[in-house]
């Protein structure tokens, strides 16, 4: 897995600070821009992050480059519907080198792992042979197996990305999505620091366990240190 | 591929024609949607339609239960961000029976088709080796291929079904999208036929091709029929 | 303030229950709708709702036609975007009788009462000279104080309706928008009470006040009352 | 009315052709971001947009600071839904000066302009002494004409822009949002040329009025002055 920041609003806490700042202020989001110091942005972003006043978040946006995610994890990506999508089509574009993703818990097992690549083997040597004969690409690739990668550019706001994070951060997600949010996470940690400071899973952001699994390693690990 | 509306906003095109008339009238909504005639309402969704003042469609929304599409299918549905969806979850549920989708191309070889399922079955062997091995669903599934069928439940409104149609039963959409757009097309017209009495593909709807492609079946049909 | 509920999703509850049987078991939705007992349906919903996965609710949908709130309530109520909207055109539509919205901090004072009717008569004056005068009502209506009274039909679906009462239900909302999300919710209830049992503001749904505002009537009678 | 682009996605050509590039080809759309030439990236952008991909569009985002747009403007702009925004509230910010704006249809009548400012003023004295007498501001606005300017940040995607300038400057629209749709897409085309090159109304980008207004100014001179 490999991700990269494409690219995002530049400045984007000062743009997020102005437009808060404006909502509330007599001064226009202009003047705001120009003449709010540094700590005046943490302290207006403190404020709205804090008080769920989350729409001024959404001015500020970040493009992903996203290679060598599988199929089911890119399928996995795109429910997430307030955000943009590029996707490699599997449509146009015939695959050759193909190199799967694997997961852990079949890799770690020689046995498990053999068994595994033989069949995807056989599926990769199979749509090389559809396609040889004529079949098209959008059909030949039925016979691909979901741990085949994918390449997707991935726009989300800041809004959408603390929602993104706080669903997929979550132990409970798979591992994949999660390695991938986490991922993201970091990126734009070094760019927006005082958006993303708490982002995270909702034992983080909301103090609270939806699930309510006490038992969760994350859960233990935050909240539970002290009491040992 | 199995397709079935499981269920809608009652009375839709009532629904639909009382919001439009409240627009543009003193009326309320209540008066309208007890008072007007079938007539009116005919009348009223030919011109909201026609003029492309499409968002009062939005008041009426189709549910539909779909099953035996391939993953492949599914994740192009699910590319429509505009809509809701509950798909049949490959990490909570393990598949006993899995009855590949294939694509004509390959189907109708009957070498071709052999080697398709030579390599699914090997796939589908695999995916139940690596469960009984105790591997979690959510790993064991990167195995299976994208023929791979699913269920998945659909709401859209009709605004979002109609671009939905237009996007995907046009030809140049892949056939298996495709006949699913037929199959919900089919079945909405049945109970909003005055609302999607022109839907279809852009050359149907706007009489335009936004691909060009002029030498397309479907274009010849619609237009060229009677220069024959 | 007139609310009516002019269409929904019949039996949105069974509807919401089985999408999200199919989503965890080998049953279709289909099947699950037909077979599913009341009891089973309360328990899924209990289950979704509690553990945070909402995406389910979105397939029931409701309709309201609402009558008599102020364009002040209308510009925040269409601020939620997740929705769909039609509304009384004031560029096509000319007001005879104008039935102003008063708030009642004003109307208990007999003196600003009488001020504030005495500037709204002037506008509803000025604003039928224009009209006679041959200006479109789309430019006479500036004149029209925000105070004035509005029509539009409203879809949620109850996913987007929950977050709408978290966010309009609580004593934060001001008070017009606030008797509308209440009288909203009271329709619901009546058609979907397992699905909107809890709904609610934040105090009450996730049992925290993000604005963090301990000393309010509502939070003080939620949380308060056995301590005295 | 003054609009200002306030931030935007940096180089947000070179973006979008390499989310469109990666859609197509084998190449990622980081690679594809530092390779491809000024050349490669206005022929993509031409040939996503005229085959109605636009998709791609959506990674670019622009942020404009508009003041002194009525509140009748601003309820109509809100209406745009793939949008975020973020109004000066009335609720928290008490207004001084204001500035009303006045449409034209009425400023150019001597008469009209005195009837119309008379009834302002009445408000606007109205709105301080309500707040003088401890009326909260959110419920002395009620006396507020439509006419009260208001400061609002928006930003869209290119893709959500395109679709509001085909909307929004078109003669159909009322005066006031057209002249901030035409700010908009003048400010747009200078840092985005290819992207906004045939951006506006309908009867430019799609060469027919949904309305059928063959009479409007802008469809004659589009179409009809060589036939003259």
Chains 1, 2, 3, 4 share one sequence.
Request: proline fraction near 4%; charged fraction near 30%; charge should be positive.
């Amino acid at each position: 897995m490999k991700v990269t920041l494409l690219s995002f609003t530049p400045d984007p806490e000062r743009v997020v600070a102005a437009s808060a700042r404006q909502c509330y202020s007599k001064f226009s989001a202009t003047r705001a821009l120009r003449d709010l110091t540094d700590a005046d942005i943490q302290r207006l972003l403190k404020k709205v992050i804090e008080s769920g006043h989350h729409s001024v978040l959404e001015h500020a946006s970040f493009t992903f480059a996203i290679e060598g995610i599988s199929r089911a994890c890119s399928h996995q990506l795109v429910r997430h519907r307030i955000a943009s999508y590029s996707q490699q089509s599997q449509r146009y574009v015939k695959l050759d080198e193909i190199d799967f993703i694997i997961p852990e818990s079949i890799n770690r097992d020689d046995k498990l792992r053999s068994e595994f690549y033989e069949a995807l083997e056989l599926c990769k040597t199979c749509y090389k042979k559809l396609l040889e004969e004529g079949v098209p690409a959008e059909d030949a690739r039925y016979v691909l197996p979901q741990a085949t990668p994918t390449k997707i550019v991935v726009t989300m706001n800041a809004r959408s990305l603390m929602n993104f994070f706080e669903l997929r951060c979550c132990l409970s997600a798979q591992w994949e999505i999660r390695r991938l949010a986490e991922e993201m996470l970091s990126l734009v940690k070094q760019v927006a620091p005082h958006i993303f400071e708490n982002a995270g899973p909702f034992c983080v952001t909301r103090k609270v366990c939806p699930e309510k699994k006490y038992e969760c390693p994350k859960w233990i690990e935050l909240y539970k240190k002290s009491t040992v």
